[in-house]
């Protein structure tokens, strides 16, 4: 019993012991580790270590650097947990503005045909100072883009140059781009160089190393990548249904070890052959024979039974796998074709996904799914599968087609950085034409640019602005011009810009108007029409000159055909361009024919948004060159709007003597020799054409007539009478029959459309089932009801349109209603809708009429269309 009482003592003795020692050297050990700092954090220093307390004894990162030899982890360093406010000097912007320096070239110093493009780019922007004081970002002139070891392109010792330079700063306020990034095996994120607290432009970025709100994810781009412009899209307008040849495809390499090679190994699984098609090859590189495996000459043979281009325009879906890096050439192959891509590549930063809403236009797949795939595509529905595909060439056509506005996309991302509140909003960056053509310094609110009106529902202003330029003294035709305008019910203030040499007459000289009139004094340069006034407060701007010659009614009437093309130049003067095969190069002319392509801004109507996109988004050097050249700022106003809209223009007639008293070129012979004339414009259009890339002007034959306007209908008549015979005329018409090849009248009622009876659409009721109500517009004269025997109504009326089909007859003779279908917003009108009418939505329609004799009708219009065999001979 002692003896067990002994033990237990003993032990337990023992326990205490062991557990003693162990905290004792716990404690030990805890003071040896925190003895000398961890690498990678700081001294604690005091809090109140700051550069006011301390200016003038040391520097606190002197205080705090003890000299640790130890190098910080690269997951963990400063420039890993950088954003704009930590490791951007915001201040160099606040100073000069957005500015962008490029760093000198040296001579001698390699740079490869990609890089050369982003450089020009750059020196090309608007925001390119040749100073770098006033520069709030730098750019290198030394070749970042290819960082593979193993590359003939890889330029060394690129650390040593960048220490060397003043100005680099530890890369603060600087911007690197690349496009490779790593080497065989791993192909990582590393660039052979330390780019301290610089911005990475980077192509396929990992969303691990993506530094969000600082870094900027680019798309992967080849060398034969387009300076300027690029291609349009494939997608056609015919394209419809959306469902093409194949519904998925994929033809590219097959990597048989290393890194990639996993995802693009397993793509065979899901070829059928038939509407999934999946062709690998691995034929490539030096040693593939070394490791093919059993499939790889099945592959190569199959491989070849396919052509890429039309493999690729021919599928509703592209696979895009993952190569060595995450990204590939094959994304914007796919956004130009059309190809909705299909993304595998796990842990990709989506290029500008920090403004692009990448789900409108792409699949985002997973690697470990990929036999899931076909049945995921499959599921979406052919709408769905339309709005991708028309995402994918909005988005192609506004940030991916060249070079430049890779560049420019990039430049403004920045930029919207630096100014939150006055930064785009996401809507503005995913919806036509895109966040490089809404400027924030105009607005940030969707609905005050006029090409998002019928997206957003709403409407421009009621009221316009007259902006009249003056270079010569004031005279008697400018002021009947001043008084004509003032007239107009919808003319808010009449704002002249006195760009005479002599100074402007006193008050007493001026007409006595029942609107504010006002003078401003210009700088006596053709471009200072165009600038953004702030004394214009109306959405609608009239430009006119010295020589214009309008009637109030010619003015009201081309306000309110502008007020339902807010987004368009609506003018009365028109000119058009064209290819001369001969010299090939743009050619222009005054002609009157029937195609137009330019309206002269000498009387139009335009949104007085132009004013700060002329302003503020074509860089200096564009608008000088517009300022040397005759009449050279009409034509770039009118290729700017082309550009933005890809619309023309949209001409309204003039009286007969107006017509008769503008002066115009009358030459004979062919295009190509009335246009010597017009050197000076020729020259022009092909200089602006280089800049952009291609020629934004776009053609049209569309005329818009007021209903009293006199024409010599019956010569015109007698002059084609042999069109008129081929028609069949329903009974009762005679000379206003409505039929392909003679003379169509339309009304033209620009309203406001809901859905529900169509009601005050003729005086009186009309039965048009499933139509759209018109609201504050005079009612045209007739009555008609559908059913009644008569005239045919057009083919484009059907059980789908919400019409009915059948027969109509107004009161006063045969009348067929039409109305075109158009586009709401961006889609096609479903059989729900009625063709032409859209919700909430500002939109014309066209009411196309069989009368026997012309009548007045309200505030109607009448187009006057001539054969196309006959083109040329009609005055515009």
């Keep these: 019993m002692q003896a067990r009482k002994k033990y237990l003592l003993v032990a337990f003795l023992a326990s205490w012991l062991l557990l003693f020692l162990l905290l004792l050297g716990d404690r030990l050990r805890r003071s040896a580790v925190f003895s000398r700092p961890r690498a990678g954090s700081s001294r604690s220093w005091p809090r109140w270590a700051d550069r006011s307390l301390l200016g003038s004894f040391a520097d606190p990162e002197e205080l705090q650097d003890r000299g640790d030899p130890s190098p910080p982890s690269p997951r963990l360093n400063a420039s890993s947990r950088c954003r704009m406010e930590s490791c951007f000097d915001l201040g160099r912007c606040r100073r000069h503005g957005f500015k962008v320096f490029t760093y000198p070239r040296q001579r001698g110093e390699p740079v490869s045909e990609s890089y050369g493009k982003i450089l020009a780019s750059l020196e090309r922007s608007r925001y390119h100072t040749p100073r770098p004081e006033e520069a709030c970002l730098f750019v290198l002139a030394i070749d970042t883009l290819d960082r593979d070891r193993l590359s003939a392109r890889y330029v060394p010792g690129v650390g040593p140059k960048l220490g060397a330079s003043p100005l680099w700063n530890g890369g603060r306020n600087h911007l690197v781009f690349n496009l490779y990034s790593g080497t065989w095996p791993d192909y990582g994120e590393e660039l052979g160089f330390d780019v301290g607290q610089a911005m990475l432009a980077k192509a396929s970025f990992d969303a691990e190393s993506f530094r969000p709100g600082f870094d900027v994810s680019i798309p992967l781009f080849p060398r034969d990548h387009p300076q300027r412009g690029g291609q349009e899209g494939r997608l056609r307008h015919s394209a419809v249904p959306p469902r093409k040849k194949y519904l998925l495809a994929f033809k590219g390499k097959r990597y048989l070890t290393g890194i990639g090679s996993g995802t693009r190994n397993a793509l065979h699984h899901i070829h059928n052959g038939k509407d999934i098609v999946s062709l690998t090859t691995c034929k490539h590189g030096k040693d593939w024979e070394k490791h093919k495996d059993a499939r790889c000459d099945q592959d190569n043979v199959d491989y070849e039974k396919f052509d890429y281009q039309e493999l690729l325009h021919n599928s509703t879906f592209c696979i895009v796998p993952r190569g060595r890096r995450l990204g590939s050439f094959r994304f914007l192959e796919a956004l130009q074709a059309a190809c909705i891509p299909v993304l595998l590549s796990d842990g990709w930063e989506l290029p500008f996904s920090e403004v692009i809403d990448w789900s409108k236009a792409a699949v985002v797949g997973s690697e470990r799914l990929l036999l899931q795939i076909p049945s995921a595509v499959r599921c979406i529905h052919p709408e769905r599968v339309l709005a991708l595909q028309q995402q994918t060439q909005f988005l192609w056509d506004a940030y991916f087609s060249s070079v430049d506005k890779i560049v420019h996309t990039t430049l403004e991302i920045i930029k919207d950085r630096l100014l939150p509140h006055r930064s785009r909003p996401r809507f503005l960056w995913n919806a036509p034409p895109g966040g490089l053509l809404a400027l924030p310094d105009f607005s940030t609110h969707v609905g005050d640019f006029p090409f998002y009106y019928l997206q957003h529902g709403s409407s421009p202003s009621d009221k316009f602005t007259a902006f009249i330029r003056l270079v010569s003294p004031l005279s008697q035709p400018v002021l009947r011009l001043i008084q004509a305008v003032s007239r107009s019910q919808y003319c808010a203030q009449i704002l002249v810009l006195w760009s005479c040499e002599k100074p402007p007459p006193p008050l007493e000289k001026w007409p006595q108007i029942a609107v504010p009139l006002s003078i401003i004094e210009g700088r006596r340069e053709p471009s200072d029409r165009f600038f953004p006034y702030a004394a214009i407060r109306t959405d609608a701007v009239l430009s006119l000159d010295e020589h214009s010659s309008l009637s109030t009614s010619e003015v009201d009437f081309a306000f309110v055909v502008w007020r339902s093309f807010p987004e368009r130049i609506v003018g009365f003067l028109a000119s058009s361009h064209f290819w001369d095969a001969e010299q090939q190069r743009w050619g222009y002319t005054s002609r009157w024919t029937n195609e137009l392509s330019i309206v002269l801004t000498a009387a139009a109507f335009y949104h007085r948004y132009y004013h ?265």
């Excluded at 010597?676 to 602006?688: A, M, P, V, W, Y």
């Excluded at 109500?773 to 008609?784: K, L, S, Y």
């Excluded at 961006?826 to 009625?834: D, E, I, K, R």
Aim: aromatic share 6%; hydrophobic share 35%.
């Design 612 to 876: 700060s996109l002329f302003t503020g988004y074509l860089p200096a050097g564009l608008r000088e060159l517009a300022g040397g050249l005759a009449a050279c700022e009409d034509i770039l106003m009118n290729v700017l709007v082309a550009a933005v809209t890809k619309l023309p223009p949209i001409k309204v007639a003039q009286r007969k003597q107006h017509k008769e008293a503008v002066p115009q070129q009358q030459v004979k012979g062919t295009a190509a020799s009335s246009s010597r004339g017009f050197s000076q414009q020729q020259d022009c259009l092909n200089q602006l054409a280089e800049w952009f890339g291609y020629m934004p002007l776009v053609s049209s034959q569309l005329r818009l007539d007021p209903v009293l306007f006199k024409d010599q209908v019956s010569i015109l008549r007698k002059k084609y009478r042999h069109l008129e015979r081929e028609q069949r005329i329903p009974p009762g018409a005679s000379a206003g029959v409505a039929a392909h090849g003679v003379f169509t009248w339309y009304w033209v009622l620009p309203v406001r459309y809901r859905a529900g009876q169509a009601r005050g659409w003729m005086q009186g009721e009309q039965s048009l089932a499933g139509g759209c109500r018109m609201q504050d517009e005079p009612a045209v004269p007739g009555h008609g009801t559908a059913g009644d025997p008569g005239a045919t109504v057009p083919s484009t009326l059907g059980p789908s349109s919400g019409f009915g089909g059948g027969r109509c007859v107004p009161r006063h003779g045969p009348q067929a209603v039409a109305v075109p279908r158009r586009l709401c917003s961006g889609l096609p009108y479903t059989s729900s809708v009625p063709a032409g009418c859209c919700r909430g939505a500002r939109v014309p329609v066209i009411v196309s009429c069989t009368v026997p004799t012309p009548r007045a009708a309200g505030r109607g219009q009448r187009v006057l269309e001539l054969p196309k065999s006959k083109q040329g001979s009609d005055k515009r």
